[in-house]
């Protein structure tokens, strides 16, 4: 039988055997609270606590008091996002995002919404990318907000968000980036990219699931947050309960690993990425790139195989994996939310895979998977007639505008 696959690294990602080297004695011996002062078992966590928080700090180029910890990402969105709008609600109730971010800011929008809140959803060209000028003509004297997603998680583009933080900076507006598919993966320094706030999660870069971060940048006066959770006030009363120790020192484990190894990685992967792109251009007709062709996560490659439905496709590669789009919404078999507001039609949404490239993927493995997905795509497409009468001269492509052809 062939061995298991992994191309889902959007999804989550294998804990880093030295992250998890790192965890171990957290698990066991020292498994202290960090907020029990008062004897060695205490203040040995709290001093893993305080080291790793410089070592995600480092990452993202920031200070060690400007990082909060967060069960993930997901919570981390809900802070910034409503955190801000009930704290400055007397200052104004608009929020500017876009149409394809994460559920967690825009559920956390339409919660918004319902008590009050006027929220501008921006539309996304076709490669699924948000223009600064868009945010600036949205902004009104009662924007309190502005939250655009740093890396799209299904098409991987990446948005300029350095032009669009210049922008909140001119008008004193907060501005706040989920940077979960981006950081670990891409060079991102807070200060070049002019963000006030930043979502971000350890699973995502090699470490261990439920633990994250909200970077909170120190101005005067400071930015202030109305806390989701209240309690034992730790994390500077910001965000109260227990700190997860052992995932707190896998998640700076993690990103010293990324800091250090980040760039040669994202070359590796960068040119896996293209292999497999080229491989499958080459054994396939009629497929399309949605996305980005040059601004885009490296690790990110999401096609659309015309005439036939990538559930279809996955379901006879159990042996790989793979995703239609978004975890948060692999059950579903509607169109992916993130590509109709690209402008791709359903017929092509519906065909859309997304392979996420990770660290221990290789040659060897995207070779097979071109395979396996050849095979599957020319399987299914012999029960179309559509496609039979694609191969025609007169036949014209379902949808010319959705990003790159190959």
Known sequence: MLQPIYMDSHATTPIDPRVLEA???YLTN?????ASSTHLFGEHAKDAVDIARGQVAALIGCSEEEIIFTSGATE??????KGIAYRYRDRGNHIITSTVEHHAVLDSCEALEES???VT???VDRYGMVHPQQVEDAITDKTVLISLIYVNGEVGTINPIAEVGEIAEKYSILFHSDATQGIGKVESDVNELKMDLM????HKMYGPKGIGALYV???DPPIQLYPLLHGGGQENNIRSGTLNVPGIVGFGAACELCKGEMAKEAKRITALRAQLYHELSKRIDFIHLNGHPIQRLPGNLNLSFEFVESQSILSGLKEIALSSGSACNSDSVEPSYVLRAMGVKDELALGAIRFGLGRYNTAAEVDTVVERIASQVARLRELSPLYEIAQTENYVTAIPENGEKA
């Open 116 to 118: 009050g809140f006027d």
């Open 217 to 219: 940048r120190k101005k």
């Open 30 to 34: 020292h498994f202290g609270n960090a």
């Open 76 to 81: 981390s969105d809900n802070l910034a996002v």
């Open 121 to 123: 959803y921006l539309p």
């Open 23 to 25: 965890m171990m004695p």
């Open 199 to 202: 979502s971000f999660t350890a």
